[in-house]
Nanobody, 115 residues
Framework: VQLQASGGGLAQAGGSVNLSCVAS????????MAWFRQGPGKEREFIAG????????YYGDSVKGRCTISRVNAENMVYLQMNSLKPEDTAVYYC?????????WGQGTQVTVSS
């Protein structure tokens, strides 16, 4: 599977951002999907995940309550909505697909939050 994230850009603190990720290839519905991010000088951090089987969602502590992950299997799409943005949310956001102990990554989309 190949992944392409989009929707990043410059946002104001307190605002929102909507990220999208499109997956190419077959059987998208078989993948668990997630978003990660990597801020300047920081390690890659888990943000949100959504299971393939029941679409249950789970979130990292740093964004819990501010994020919503969703997927539309028929369109091979996964989305991330993040509200109440903070400057520390500035990062490159990556889409991740996981299947049978293998991870696939997109190229990332930059989100910059100004105070």
């Amino acid at each position: 599977v190949q992944l392409q994230a989009s929707g990043g850009g410059l946002a104001q603190a307190g605002g929102s951002v909507n990220l999208s990720c499109v997956a190419s290839g077959r059987a998208f519905e078989r993948y668990d999907m997630a978003w990660f991010r990597q801020g300047p000088g920081k390690e890659r951090e888990f943000i949100a995940g959504i299971f393939r089987t029941n679409a249950d969602t789970y979130y990292g502590d740093s964004v819990k309550g501010r994020c919503t992950i969703s997927r539309v299997n028929a369109e091979n799409m996964v989305y991330l909505q993040m509200n109440s943005l903070k400057p520390e949310d500035t990062a490159v956001y990556y889409c991740n697909a996981h299947l049978r102990q293998r991870d696939y990554w997109g190229q990332g989309t930059q989100v910059t939050v100004s105070s």
